[in-house]
């Protein structure tokens, strides 16, 4: 990744780094963690916290472990706001996401990154001319 590079990691990205059934995805996703410059959100510790005790049964001790470990790898963590939520429906209207793709999106923007990692939303779209999606698993990491 190039230095001053900010990128924001989706919720899907991170898990994979504590999956063991998918290892090349599991690198990938370790490695854009260990970059400088990554951002996550709250939402994407709760989708996190959520998706490893749902479908992976992993109890709250290792979730807990598991999101201190994320936070540490991490450059800054966005809290989400009132006007995030808000900017999420103008996404969400104009783009035709779901509202929490959208959540995503806008916590990305605001928190000034170039490049959203995802594997769920349409890969090398751009949004309002500041933030472009790529999907880590089907184009090497810039």
Request: glycine share 0%; net charge neutral; charged share 20%.
């Amino acid at each position: 990744m190039r230095d001053n590079l900010k990128v924001f990691l989706d919720s899907n990205v991170v898990i994979y780094a504590y999956r063991n059934d998918e290892n090349a995805k599991q690198q990938i996703s370790k490695q854009l963690i260990a970059e400088q410059g990554v951002v996550i959100s709250t939402q994407v510790l709760q989708e996190m916290a959520n998706t490893l005790h749902r479908k992976f049964k992993a109890d709250y001790n290792i979730i807990r472990s598991l999101l201190t470990e994320c936070l540490q790898n991490v450059t800054k963590l966005h809290i989400n706001t009132q006007h995030t939520i808000l900017k999420a429906c103008n996404i969400a209207d104009r783009y035709h996401f779901s509202f929490y793709d959208s959540l995503i999106i806008a916590a990305a923007i605001e928190s000034e990154c170039s490049i959203l990692y995802s594997e769920d939303m349409q890969h090398n779209m751009k949004i309002e001319n500041q933030l472009t999606i790529f999907n880590p698993f089907i184009q090497p990491i810039r």
